[in-house]
């Protein structure tokens, strides 16, 4: 599966979980306009976190209220 349309990247800071990398990722898709509270993102990731080239982690998080 290939995901391009609408994608939007940034280098952030490294995370620890999945946790730290949700909210790293609604923080920095508010910031640049991207969401708003209570918004849907789609987020992929590679698991062990740090390892190139293993994008197998995809999850829908709802961004939080401030």
Same mark, same amino acid.
């Given at each position: 599966? $290939?995901? %391009?349309?609408?994608?939007?990247?940034?280098?952030?800071?490294?995370?620890?979980?999945? &946790?730290? !990398?949700?909210?790293?990722?609604?923080? $920095?898709? %508010?910031?640049?306009?991207?969401?708003?509270?209570?918004?849907?993102?789609?987020?992929? &990731?590679? !698991?062990?976190?740090?390892?190139?080239?293993?994008?197998?982690?995809?999850?829908?998080?709802?961004?939080?209220?401030?």
């Amino acid at each position: 599966m $290939v995901l %391009v349309w609408g994608l939007h990247c940034v280098w952030a800071e490294n995370a620890h979980s999945v &946790a730290q !990398m949700v909210e790293n990722t609604c923080k $920095v898709e %508010v910031v640049e306009g991207f969401a708003n509270p209570r918004d849907h993102l789609i987020v992929t &990731a590679g !698991m062990p976190f740090g390892e190139p080239g293993k994008t197998n982690l995809l999850r829908i998080a709802r961004v939080p209220e401030q």
